[in-house]
């Protein structure tokens, strides 16, 4: 087979979709090559995304198609909509077209397949911004209507799309994100001078950072009562978001900022826990990339991140910070405990799996 796999996403900063996606199609490229299958990487993209792009993919044995536009959002947004040309005027002939988040490209012939992270702008529209809602919202319509397979980062979001937009559930596909192999126990554990709890997040309403910053705040003030104990910070790693923002001016908080894939590894291992309190996830990559480093973690009990949790996590209401509160306390207790679970746990996810998942779909209903 040659399968033609939409990379756009990756020429902007890595969030957890872009994780998805390369990690992905680092998975699909190592089994289609042992298999004597074909994997074109393409995407209509920027000057600056075609360099990220080719950086990113850069060793894969994958063949890439980049084709260069200044404008590039809007040309994927008119191709889309448009539904001319065909891929195969670009790309030539191929069994399978994959896209991902920004576009759905017309096709002639083969297997037409995608991948929901999740359905969030159609629940909660106040959740993102106005582009990722309308570029979102005419993708799952164009998918529900013309895809042969759809695959999911979890059965929550399967189970999902099927009833909302009311595509077959025997056609939808769940394949569970990996761990990437940065995220090991064994390794440097970052020192940040002394003990501190960790969230991986964009700074956006959806990941309710500002409940957490509560629930940080009364443990502060539960900890005024005990000044002999060393009370850790709040350390928080991601990018600028949009929307209404935390405050994260107050005592020990520190911001990061974006971090590298190593870096972050390095932070999972030294927290004495890493909390997770969004309120709406695909699956909540975060969670087993904490576990596979070693970390205790404490995660919103929100039933879309279940499946990343699995029995290796303390769960708490994500819209009470007291709940929240006791939570980290109970994780701190545990640590010993949760640790060897989620390291147990994280093990069942790889990118190989979902590689082997993805060609499963495009054989299946071809």
């Known amino acids: 087979m040659r399968i033609a796999f939409d990379v756009s996403p990756l020429s902007h900063e890595r969030t957890g979709v872009n994780n998805y996606i390369l990690g992905s199609l680092r998975g699909l490229a190592a089994v289609a090559r042992e298999r004597g299958h074909e994997v074109v990487a393409f995407a209509p993209t920027s000057p600056?995304?075609?360099?990220?792009?080719?950086?990113?993919?850069?060793?894969?044995?994958?063949?890439?198609r980049l084709k260069t536009m200044i404008g590039a959002h809007g040309w994927r947004t008119a191709w889309s909509i448009l539904g001319r040309p065909a891929a195969e005027r670009w790309l030539g002939p191929f069994d399978v077209l994959h896209?991902?988040?920004?576009?759905?490209?017309?096709?002639?012939?083969?297997?037409?397949?995608?991948?929901?992270?999740?359905?969030?702008?159609?629940?909660?529209?106040?959740?993102?911004?106005?582009?990722?809602?309308?570029?979102?919202?005419?993708?799952?319509?164009?998918?529900?209507?013309?895809?042969?397979?759809?695959?999911?980062?979890?059965?929550?979001?399967?189970?999902?799309?099927?009833a909302t937009l009311g595509f077959p559930r025997e056609r939808i596909l769940v394949a569970?994100?990996?761990?990437?192999?940065?995220?090991?126990?064994?390794?440097?554990?970052?020192?940040?001078?002394?003990?501190?709890?960790?969230?991986?997040?964009?700074?956006?309403p959806r990941k309710n950072l500002q409940t957490l910053v509560d629930a940080f705040s009364?443990?502060?003030?539960?900890?005024?009562?005990?000044?002999?104990?060393?009370?850790?910070?709040?350390?928080?790693?991601?990018?600028?978001?949009?929307?209404?923002?935390?405050?994260?001016?107050?005592p020990g908080i520190v911001r990061l900022g974006r971090v590298s894939d190593d870096e972050l590894a390095r932070l999972y291992r030294?927290?004495?826990?890493?909390?997770?309190?969004?309120?709406?996830?695909?699956?909540?990559?975060?969670?087993t990339?904490?576990?596979?480093?070693?970390?205790?973690?404490v995660a919103?009990?929100?039933?879309?991140?279940?499946?990343?949790?699995?029995?290796a996590a303390v769960r708490a209401d994500p819209e009470s910070a007291e709940a929240i509160a006791a939570a980290i306390v109970e994780a701190l207790e545990r640590r010993d405990e949760l640790r060897a679970k989620g390291l147990a746990h994280a093990a069942r996810f790889s990118w190989r799996r979902v590689g082997e998942i993805f060609l499963e779909g495009y054989e299946r209903f071809a």
């Open 99 to 162: 896209f991902t988040d920004w576009m759905y490209p017309p096709q002639r012939q083969g297997v037409r397949a995608t991948m929901v992270h999740d359905l969030v702008p159609l629940h909660h529209p106040e959740w993102v911004t106005g582009r990722t809602r309308s570029m979102h919202v005419r993708k799952y319509r164009n998918a529900a209507g013309t895809c042969d397979v759809i695959f999911a980062n979890s059965s929550y979001t399967a189970d999902d799309v099927a």
């Open 289 to 297: 990339e904490a576990m596979a480093s070693g970390a205790p973690v």
């Open 218 to 250: 009364l443990l502060r003030g539960m900890a005024g009562a005990h000044q002999h104990h060393t009370f850790p910070t709040l350390v928080i790693a991601g990018g600028q978001g949009w929307g209404e923002q935390p405050e994260l001016d107050k």
């Open 300 to 311: 919103s009990a929100h039933p879309s991140l279940d499946e990343a949790s699995g029995d």
């Open 270 to 287: 030294g927290a004495a826990a890493v909390v997770y309190p969004s309120r709406f996830e695909g699956f909540g990559m975060p969670i």
């Open 48 to 64: 600056d995304g075609r360099r990220v792009i080719a950086e990113t993919l850069a060793g894969l044995p994958v063949e890439l």
């Open 176 to 204: 569970h994100p990996g761990v990437a192999d940065e995220y090991t126990a064994e390794g440097d554990a970052a020192d940040l001078g002394g003990p501190y709890i960790l969230t991986v997040a964009t700074l956006e």
